[in-house]
């Protein structure tokens, strides 16, 4: 049998996140963002589930070709572009939408024999300083892209905001500013928020908004669960008690005896480590849920399993369910607790790990 550890998705907690954005935003159209397999939530059931989402964003053609395998009809976006000409056949077989970033990937699809328009987005590196074209070429560039037979009359003009999760920080508004420059004089629609602008900075909320992060309930503001903001979380993460033991006071738990028993207690013992993708750093106190009442763990979250304090849980017996998150326990709780973030504990979920799919309308 397997070890019991599962990830339960919300398809109910998608739909509604997905209507929740409509309602923040809602002269905007959505593209739904499903890249790193949907968050690690599954890009099939992923986008199945947000089938009333205007287009989805992918980072490569690969995830392309799942969702047109998969029958889905969508306006599909490549987020990263083409790699090398040869992709460009690929893109047309597939009907994907691409973006352009730089100038050579011009040069390729003015190089190419074929002549059916291609939909593209114009990235302009407004101070995010990764992916974009500068500010002072676009202009050229986009005279460029219209004049070519190869591509779509309307080109859609979007850029990337690098502190969105930072209310107070300046930033959000120069890189608007910078926008606006750059597309001075330019007509098409245009698409700027993320996820943390959509709900922060509404001058952001162009054509189309870009949501990934409140799409599966993931907070992408500091300091704020996505609650906070009506979100629902998409995942449950939850395993077994395989044992209880009990501990004098004084002994050690676990590898470099990191935490020691303050008093004669009951141990509890998780089927869930870091080969199930809950991370190492977790410390003791790291907080998880026995019966809907927290307990903490203690000493080191170890390859298969992790160990808890029972104290408090004098009912908790071997096969009882442990919530590592999800309803209730915010993952950001777990992600403030190691040191990193939401989004990369959903995304590196493993693959022992069982998915199952929850389709009532909503988490509890």
Same mark, same amino acid.
């Given at each position: ?33 499903? $890249? ?187 300091? $704020? ?140």
């Amino acid at each position: 049998m397997s070890r019991n550890a599962t990830a339960t998705i919300h398809l109910g907690a998608l739909r509604a996140n997905l209507r929740r954005i409509r309602q923040i935003a809602p002269r905007s159209r959505v593209m739904a963002v499903v $890249k790193a397999d949907g968050y690690g939530h599954g890009l099939e059931r992923v986008v199945r589930a947000l089938g009333d989402a205007d287009a989805f964003g992918v980072a490569s053609i690969a995830d392309g070709q799942r969702l047109r395998a998969a029958g889905v009809g969508h306006r599909i976006v490549v987020l990263s572009g083409i790699d090398e000409p040869g992709d460009l056949a690929e893109v047309r077989r597939l009907a994907l939408d691409i973006v352009v970033h730089h100038a050579a990937q011009v040069a390729w699809i003015a190089a190419d024999l074929d002549r059916r328009p291609l939909r593209v987005w114009l990235k302009i590196d407004t101070g995010m300083h990764r992916l974009g074209v500068a500010p002072d070429a676009v202009a050229a560039l986009h005279a460029r892209l219209l004049a070519l037979p190869q591509v779509d009359r309307e080109i859609v003009l979007m850029s990337h905001l690098a502190s969105s999760d930072e209310p107070a920080s300046p930033k959000t508004g120069i890189q608007l500013h910078q926008f606006a420059l750059a597309t001075r004089g330019i007509a098409g629609p245009a698409s700027i928020a993320n996820s943390a602008a959509i709900s922060g900075f509404p001058d952001a909320q162009r054509d189309w908004v870009r949501a990934g992060g409140w799409l599966y309930g993931l907070s992408v503001v500091d300091g $704020k669960s996505a609650a906070d903001f009506g979100f629902q979380p998409a995942m449950s993460l939850d395993s077994k008690l395989v044992a209880i033991n009990r501990v004098a006071k004084g002994e050690a738990i676990g590898y470099g005896e990191t935490w020691r028993c303050p008093e004669d207690m009951d141990i509890g013992v998780v089927a869930m480590g870091y080969g199930d993708g809950y991370p190492r750093s977790a410390p003791s106190g790291t907080p998880v849920l026995l019966h809907g009442r927290r307990a903490g763990i203690v000493g080191r979250v170890s390859m298969d399993l992790m160990t808890i304090d029972l104290r408090g849980h004098p009912q908790a017996r071997i096969n009882d369910r442990v919530l590592l998150w999800g309803p209730g326990l915010p993952v950001e709780r777990l992600a403030d607790a190691a040191g990193t973030i939401s989004y990369e504990l959903t995304c590196g979920i493993t693959r022992r790990v069982m998915f199952l799919e929850d389709d009532s309308n909503g988490t509890t």
